[in-house]
């Protein structure tokens, strides 16, 4: 079991900048995938992007791709979300999430992932 906590969220206009972090406690890191989501109020909860902690391997969602970027410190147990050149439609809560059974082909699926954080609102609005 891993706990998750998020931070960074908060206002910002369009075409701005936000990056999330995402600290675990608990357990290692090394094991886990560990992914961001978002949820939009009326909507279903999306995938943004994933990477794997020991390999650093990245995945990211369509709406995302080049404008968000995923990271990791190993040494901090944390993952960050960098947000670049951010729209309106970007607005949601954004949860971290880890799974240490989590496959390639599977990053997007969030029932792949055990832990979640309690989540943090970034809101793009001028």
């Known amino acids: 079991q891993v706990q998750l906590v998020e931070s960074g969220g908060g206002l910002v206009q369009p075409g701005g900048s936000l990056r999330l972090s995402c600290a675990a406690s608990g357990r290692t890191f090394r094991t886990y995938t560990v992914a961001w989501f978002r949820q939009s109020p009326g909507k279903e909860r999306d995938f943004v992007s994933a990477i794997n902690v020991n390999s650093g391997g990245t995945t990211y969602g369509s709406t995302v791709k080049g404008r968000f970027t995923i990271s990791r410190d190993n040494a901090k147990n944390t993952v960050f979300l960098q947000m670049n050149s951010l729209k309106p439609e970007d607005t949601a809560v954004y949860y971290c999430?880890?799974?240490?059974?989590?496959?390639?082909?599977?990053?997007?699926?969030?029932?792949?992932?055990?832990?979640w954080g309690q989540g943090t609102q970034v809101t793009v609005s001028s």
């Open positions: 999430a880890a799974g240490n059974t989590v496959i390639l082909s599977n990053r997007a699926n969030q029932g792949a992932y055990a832990n």
